[in-house]
């Protein structure tokens, strides 16, 4: 099965003006790939059905916006990633 | 339903679980009429999506006990399959697909004579409401469609 990175790489892909290629660990998926709240709510509904997960948006948003956690933990494609896999493994139990 | 108003939705046929049925009529006369289109009345297509995205929203409302509300920010795979003129009862139902963070996911239709007149996916921005009296109006109007 391919890597979480690339699943998620293939959902932006799919659901932005993003090219694939363009697309790499260390891009800020705001920042650096200029995805809008509006397409990126397609991509986390996307996440959400792919891995069968809720991504927590609005706990990660408000940690970065109280300066409880730094934007590159969440939104950084390569901390995305393992942020994924976490609610993956934390919901398989 | 008043159009003028944005409230198109009359009454709530039932509501079960995740899924909610809504009856409401388009009204005879309208302003919205005499330029939509002259002299071969129909209601709007935006209009049915707004029919559309309210019933999924009194939905929302209900599931989230009227803590929230839910703002309509995406469409998609609206189809409008046949017109609809003044006068006509219509049903609509709405179910919700997906429940995320800050956003959910509904699919809805609308009939009218057993007939689907159109249907969508939406995708509505679920925030805090962003006004006291906007939640006072919300539940007010929950209390009459026997939601709130």
């Known amino acids: 099965m391919a890597s979480s990175f690339d699943r998620i790489a293939d959902i932006i892909a799919e659901n932005s003006e993003v090219e694939r290629d363009k697309i790499l660990p260390d891009s800020h998926v705001i920042n650096d790939l200029g995805i809008d709240s509006l397409d990126f709510l397609d991509i986390v509904f996307a996440i959400d059905k792919a891995f069968g997960i809720k991504v927590p948006v609005e706990a990660w948003t408000q940690e970065v916006n109280a300066g409880t956690a730094p934007a590159e933990q969440y939104f950084v494609m390569k901390n995305l990633a393992a942020r994924i896999d976490e609610l993956v493994a934390a919901k398989a139990g | 339903m008043k159009l003028e108003y944005f409230q198109m939705i009359d009454r709530v046929a039932s509501l079960e679980g995740e899924a909610i049925v809504v009856e409401s009529t388009i009204p005879e006369a309208s302003p919205v009429f005499e330029g939509h289109f002259p002299g071969y009345p129909l209601m709007p297509g935006v209009l049915l999506v707004e029919t559309m995205a309210q019933a999924s929203g009194w939905l929302l409302l209900k599931l989230m006990a009227f803590e929230r509300m839910p703002f309509l920010m995406g469409v998609k795979e609206a189809k409008f399959r046949s017109f609809i003129g003044p006068g006509t009862p219509v049903t609509v139902h709405a179910q919700r697909l997906h429940d995320g ?46 939601l709130a």
């Not at chain 2, 239709?109 to 006004?131: S, V």
């Open chain 2, 101 to 146: 963070s800050g956003y959910a996911v509904t699919k809805a239709r609308i009939e009218a004579g057993g007939k689907r007149i159109c249907d969508a996916e939406l995708t509505l921005r679920i925030m805090d409401f962003p006004a006291p009296e906007l939640a006072a109006a919300m539940k007010a109007r929950g209390q009459e469609l026997g």
